[in-house]
C-alpha cells in the first residue's frame, strides 16, 4: 500500500541567483562563525562543526527534518509555488506544458470540489473488488489496477536486462504489505509494536469511511494477510545481491509452476508482449500462488479494498487525508499536516516533473553552474583515475578494466538534453481523473519501452530534486540543478568550499560504480566478473570491514546502524572524500595557506564537509530512516568516512586520545 509518502517526499532545491546578479568571491565568503570549540574534532567532527546550529535549529511543525540535503525542499517549495501559482491563474493554449502545469495544480487547489466528492471517485473501483468471485477475477483486478497506478501483489518495472544491458525487459518485484519493511510485521519492540497499531486504526478508518461495518476486524483479516505475504518477503540486506535478485524465467514455465497466477493472462493485460521475465524474488511468488488458493475470496476483497483506498486516499476528500497523515506521523514523528500547497508542490513535481523541470531551469537555474559543475566531475574522473593506478591491493589487469569502466561513465548535469513530453489531456475541474490519467500514462510511459534498448537521453529524477545517482545498468552519473548551490556549490565561494561539498558529492557517485554492487557491472552495464578472484577476494575483504565498522555505530543512544545495508553508501563516502581532497590538493588554493575566515584552505575543506550534512531529524522518523535508508545518518556521513582518512588527522591534529581516533592500520582504505 502507499504508506510511506512522507518518507519519499520528493525534496528539492533551487540555485536562485541569476547570471546578472552575480557577486565576487571576496562579497561571498563563507564564514564559519558557529564552530563549537568545547568539541574537539577528533572527538566528533560533526557536532564540532554544527552543535551549535544544531541546538539553535528548529523543525517547523510541518515537516520532519531541517537543514541540508533532503531538507532543502523547505525554501524550494515556495519557489515552485510561485511558479504553480503564476501559470495557474493564466489562460495557456491547450496541450502547452504552462497548461497542464497549471490547470493540474488549479485542479488539487480546489478543496471544495474535491471534498464535496467524497467517496464517490472510488466507488466504481470498490464496486469492480465486490464483484470479484473467483481466484482468476482477484488477478484480472490486479493486473488491470496497475495501468492506473494502482499496485497491489504485483510489482512490475522495464528496465535493462542486467545481463544484456542493451535491452530493456519485464522485471517483477515482491510487493503486497503495507508497512514499510516486513520486518516490521515480526518486530516486537515497543516504538514498532505502536507503529503497528496505528497502521492497524489506519486501515480501520479506511473501511469505515467507505462504509464498511465491522471494520476493526476487517482491518486485522487484511493485517494477517500482509503478515503472511511480508513472511516471503526478502530482507532489505537480502535484496542487496545482486545474482541472488535476477531470476530470468520462461514465462511458460512460470504458467505452470504458479497456476493461480496465471501469468499470460496477467502479462496479457498489461500489455506485455514478452516469453521470458526476470522474477527478482521469486520465493514471494511460489507463496503469493500458494495463498491464492488458501486465503478465501472473501478476504482477498478486504484486502484489496484496503489496498486501493489507501493508493487514493491522498487524492480524495480531506477525511481520507486526514486518517491517512494520522497514520504517517506515527512514522515520521510530524505533528502538523501539511497545507495543501505544499502537498500540490509535490503532486506537480512527481506526476508532470520534467514540464515544472522545463518551467524551474528557465526560472532559476544559472547555465554557468552546469559548465563549472562539468569541469569538476571530468577533473574527479581523472583523479580516480589516478588513485586507481596507485592502489597496492589490486593488479594491473583489474586496474585497465576498472580505468576502462570510469571512462565509459556518462555525465548527466543540470537537466536532460531531452526533455519528457506528457501526452495526457489535463481537466481543471477534475483533480481525481488528473492524477489518475497521469499516473496512466506514467505507466504507457514505460511500457513503450518495453523491448527497446534503453533511453540514454532518460533522467531519473527530477531536475529540481536535491539528489545525485550513479546508474549502474547505464554506467551514468547524475547531478540535477536542485543540489547545484548552497551549501553543496556555490559558483563564487573559494575552492575549498566546492571541492568538500559538490566534490565530496560528485566522489561518492563515481565510487558508486566501484562499490560492492556497482563493482559487479561492467563499462557496458552488464552483471558480469571483470576482477580476478585474488583482487574480488580483497575487495570483499575491504568491504566487509567498512560493514562491520559501520555496524558499531550508533543514533538515539542506542539504535545501531545496519553495515549490510548501508555498506554501499558507506564505501562512496568514504572513497568520495578522498577523490575530493586529492582534486582539491590540485587547485591553487589547495596548494596555498592562506586563511580565510580564520581557517587554512584544508581546514575549509573539512569544514565544508560537516556543513553539507548539517541536518536535523525527529527521532520518529531517524529510527524509521536507520532501518530502511541505505544511507548513514548524517553524523556518520561525516564521522565515519574522517576517522578512517588519514589528511584529517594531520590537518586537525587529531591525536590517540581523541574519541575517534583509529591507528593508521585499522583505518579503512579501499579506493
Same mark, same amino acid.
Given at each position: 500500500?502507499n504508506?510511506l509518502?512522507?518518507?519519499s517526499?520528493v525534496l528539492?532545491v533551487?540555485?536562485?541567483?541569476k547570471q546578472?546578479?552575480?557577486v565576487?568571491p571576496?562579497l561571498?565568503?563563507v564564514?564559519?562563525?558557529?564552530? %563549537?570549540q568545547s568539541i574537539?574534532p577528533?572527538?566528533?567532527?560533526?557536532?564540532?562543526v554544527?552543535?551549535n546550529? /544544531?541546538?539553535?535549529a528548529?523543525?517547523a511543525?510541518?515537516q520532519v527534518?531541517?537543514?541540508a540535503y533532503?531538507f532543502l525542499n523547505?525554501p524550494?517549495?515556495?519557489l515552485l509555488?510561485?511558479i504553480?501559482e503564476?501559470?495557474?491563474?493564466?489562460?495557456h493554449?491547450k496541450?502547452?506544458i504552462?497548461?497542464k502545469v497549471? !490547470?493540474?495544480?488549479?485542479?488539487? /487547489?480546489?478543496t471544495?470540489?474535491?471534498n464535496?466528492?467524497?467517496v464517490k471517485?472510488?466507488?466504481?473501483i470498490?464496486e469492480?473488488i465486490?464483484?470479484i468471485?473467483?481466484t482468476?477475477?482477484?488477478m484480472?483486478?490486479?493486473a488491470?489496477?496497475?495501468?492506473?497506478?494502482?499496485y497491489?501483489?504485483?510489482l512490475p518495472?522495464?528496465?535493462?536486462d =542486467?545481463?544484456n544491458?542493451?535491452?530493456?525487459?519485464?522485471?517483477?518485484g515482491?510487493a503486497g504489505?503495507?508497512? *514499510?519493511?516486513?520486518?516490521?510485521y515480526f518486530n516486537e519492540?515497543?516504538?514498532?509494536i505502536?507503529i503497528?497499531e496505528a497502521y492497524?486504526?489506519?486501515v480501520t478508518t479506511?473501511f469505515?469511511?467507505?462504509?464498511?461495518?465491522?471494520a476493526?476486524? +476487517?482491518?486485522?483479516?487484511?493485517?494477517?494477510?500482509e =503478515?503472511?505475504?511480508a513472511?516471503?518477503h526478502?530482507t532489505?540486506v537480502? $535484496?542487496?545481491?545482486?545474482?541472488a535478485n535476477?531470476?530470468?524465467?520462461?514465462?511458460? %514455465?512460470?504458467n505452470?509452476?504458479?497456476?493461480?497466477i496465471d501469468w499470460n493472462?496477467?502479462?496479457?493485460i498489461l500489455?506485455?508482449r514478452?516469453?521470458?521475465i526476470d522474477?527478482?524474488q521469486?520465493?514471494?511468488?511460489?507463496a503469493?500462488?500458494? /495463498?491464492?488458493?488458501?486465503?478465501?475470496?472473501?478476504d482477498w476483497?478486504l484486502?484489496?479494498k484496503a489496498n486501493?483506498i489507501?493508493?487514493? %486516499?491522498q487524492?480524495l476528500s480531506k *477525511?481520507f #487525508?486526514?486518517?491517512?497523515?494520522s497514520?504517517?506521523?506515527?512514522l515520521s514523528?510530524q505533528t502538523?499536516?501539511?497545507s495543501? %500547497?505544499?502537498q500540490m508542490?509535490?503532486f506537480?513535481?512527481?506526476?508532470?516533473?520534467?514540464?515544472?523541470?522545463?518551467l524551474?531551469v528557465?526560472?532559476y537555474?544559472?547555465e554557468d553552474?552546469k559548465?563549472?559543475?562539468?569541469?569538476?566531475?571530468?577533473?574527479?574522473?581523472?583523479?580516480l583515475?589516478k588513485r586507481?593506478d596507485?592502489?597496492?591491493?589490486m593488479?594491473d589487469?583489474? +586496474?585497465i578494466?576498472a580505468?576502462?569502466?570510469?571512462?565509459a561513465?556518462?555525465?548527466?548535469?543540470?537537466?536532460?538534453d531531452v526533455?519528457?513530453?506528457?501526452d495526457?489531456?489535463i481537466?481543471?475541474t477534475q483533480?481525481?481523473?488528473?492524477?489518475v490519467?497521469?499516473?496512466?500514462t506514467?505507466?504507457?510511459?514505460?511500457?513503450q519501452? $518495453?523491448?527497446? *534498448?534503453?533511453n540514454?537521453?532518460e533522467?531519473?529524477?527530477?531536475?529540481?530534486?536535491?539528489?545525485?545517482y550513479?546508474?549502474?545498468?547505464?554506467?551514468e552519473i547524475v547531478f540535477?540543478a536542485? &543540489?547545484l #548551490?548552497?551549501?553543496?556549490?556555490?559558483?563564487?565561494?573559494?575552492d575549498a568550499?566546492?571541492?568538500g561539498?559538490?566534490?565530496m558529492v560528485?566522489?561518492h557517485e563515481?565510487?558508486?560504480a566501484?562499490?560492492d554492487?556497482?563493482?559487479?557491472?561492467d563499462?557496458?552495464?552488464?552483471?558480469?566478473?571483470?576482477?580476478t578472484d585474488?583482487?574480488?577476494t580483497?575487495? =570483499?575483504?575491504k568491504?566487509?570491514q567498512? &560493514?562491520e565498522?559501520y555496524?558499531?555505530?550508533?543514533?538515539?543512544?542506542s539504535?545501531? @546502524?545496519n553495515g549490510?545495508?548501508t555498506?554501499?553508501e558507506?564505501?562512496?563516502d568514504?572513497?568520495? &572524500?578522498?577523490?575530493?581532497?586529492?582534486?582539491?590538493?590540485l587547485?591553487?588554493?589547495?596548494?596555498?595557506?592562506t586563511?580565510?575566515?580564520g581557517?587554512?584552505?584544508k581546514e575549509?575543506?573539512? @569544514?565544508?564537509?560537516?556543513?553539507i550534512w548539517?541536518?536535523k /531529524?525527529?527521532?520518529?522518523f531517524?529510527?524509521?530512516?536507520?532501518?530502511?535508508?541505505?544511507?548513514?545518518?548524517?553524523i556518520w556521513?561525516?564521522n565515519?568516512? $574522517?576517522m578512517?582518512?588519514t589528511?584529517?588527522y594531520?590537518?586537525?591534529?587529531v591525536?590517540?586520545? !581523541?574519541?575517534?581516533?583509529k591507528a593508521?592500520?585499522?583505518r579503512?582504505k579501499?579506493?
Open positions: 500500500m504508506v509518502r512522507y518518507i517526499l528539492l533551487c540555485l536562485s541567483c546578472e546578479n552575480k565576487t571576496a561571498n565568503a564564514v564559519f562563525d558557529d564552530i %563549537d574537539k577528533g572527538d566528533d567532527f560533526f557536532n564540532h554544527n552543535k546550529w /544544531m541546538e539553535n528548529v523543525i511543525d510541518d527534518g531541517v537543514g533532503r523547505i524550494q517549495q515556495a509555488k510561485n504553480l503564476a501559470v495557474s491563474i493564466q489562460e493554449p496541450g502547452t504552462e497548461q497549471g !490547470d493540474f495544480y488549479a485542479s488539487g /487547489m480546489d471544495v470540489a474535491i464535496s466528492r467524497g471517485p472510488i466507488t466504481p470498490l469492480k465486490s464483484s468471485n473467483n482468476s477475477s482477484i484480472t483486478f490486479v488491470n489496477q496497475i495501468k492506473s497506478g494502482d497491489s501483489l504485483l518495472s522495464i528496465s535493462a =542486467k545481463k544491458s542493451k535491452l530493456n525487459i519485464l522485471h517483477f515482491q504489505i503495507g508497512l *514499510p519493511d516486513r520486518d516490521y519492540d515497543s516504538s514498532v505502536e503497528q492497524k486504526r489506519y479506511l469505515e469511511l467507505t462504509g464498511e461495518t465491522e476493526k476486524s +476487517k482491518a486485522e483479516i487484511v493485517y494477517q494477510i =503478515k503472511q505475504i513472511e516471503s526478502k532489505r537480502e $535484496l542487496r545481491d545482486i545474482q535476477y531470476n530470468k524465467v520462461a514465462v511458460s %514455465d512460470l505452470d509452476k504458479h497456476e493461480n493472462s496477467i502479462l496479457h500489455g506485455a514478452v516469453d521470458s522474477v527478482a521469486p520465493l514471494y511468488y511460489d503469493l500462488d500458494n /495463498m491464492l488458493k488458501t486465503v478465501s475470496i472473501s476483497k484486502y484489496l486501493s489507501s493508493s487514493h %486516499d487524492i *477525511p #487525508q486526514d486518517v491517512s497523515f497514520y504517517s506521523k506515527v514523528g502538523e499536516q501539511q495543501r %500547497d505544499k508542490v509535490r506537480v513535481d512527481n506526476l508532470l516533473g520534467f514540464a515544472l523541470g522545463q524551474y528557465k526560472r537555474f544559472n553552474a559548465k563549472r559543475a562539468l569541469d569538476l566531475v571530468n577533473n574527479f574522473q581523472k583523479v583515475e586507481i596507485n592502489l597496492d591491493w593488479s589487469s583489474t +586496474k578494466k580505468k576502462d569502466k570510469l571512462f561513465i556518462n555525465k548527466k548535469i543540470g537537466y536532460p526533455w519528457r513530453m506528457y495526457v489531456e481537466n481543471r483533480f481525481f481523473e488528473n492524477v490519467n497521469l499516473r496512466s506514467a505507466y504507457q510511459y514505460e511500457l519501452q $518495453l523491448n527497446q *534498448p534503453p540514454r537521453d533522467w531519473h529524477t527530477t531536475p529540481s530534486t536535491v539528489t545525485a550513479y546508474n549502474a545498468s547505464l554506467n540535477p536542485g &543540489i #548551490q548552497k551549501p553543496y556549490f556555490d559558483l563564487y565561494a573559494d568550499l566546492n571541492y561539498g559538490i566534490g560528485i566522489g563515481f565510487i558508486h566501484f562499490d554492487r556497482g563493482a559487479q557491472y563499462k557496458d552495464g552488464n552483471v558480469s566478473n571483470w576482477w585474488v583482487d574480488y580483497k575487495f =570483499k575483504a568491504t566487509n567498512i &560493514i565498522q555496524n558499531a555505530f550508533t543514533v538515539l543512544d539504535v545501531h @546502524l549490510a545495508l555498506v554501499g558507506n564505501t562512496a568514504n572513497g568520495g &572524500i578522498a577523490i575530493a581532497y586529492d582534486a582539491f590538493l587547485t591553487e588554493q589547495g596548494q596555498d595557506t586563511k580565510i575566515g581557517y587554512t584552505p575549509r575543506f573539512f @569544514l565544508s564537509i560537516a556543513n548539517r541536518v /531529524m525527529r527521532e520518529a531517524l529510527r524509521n530512516y536507520v532501518a530502511n535508508d541505505p544511507h548513514s545518518p548524517p556521513r561525516v565515519g568516512p $574522517l578512517n582518512f589528511p584529517f594531520e590537518t586537525f591534529d591525536k590517540d586520545t !581523541d574519541a575517534n581516533f593508521i592500520e585499522e579503512i579501499i579506493w
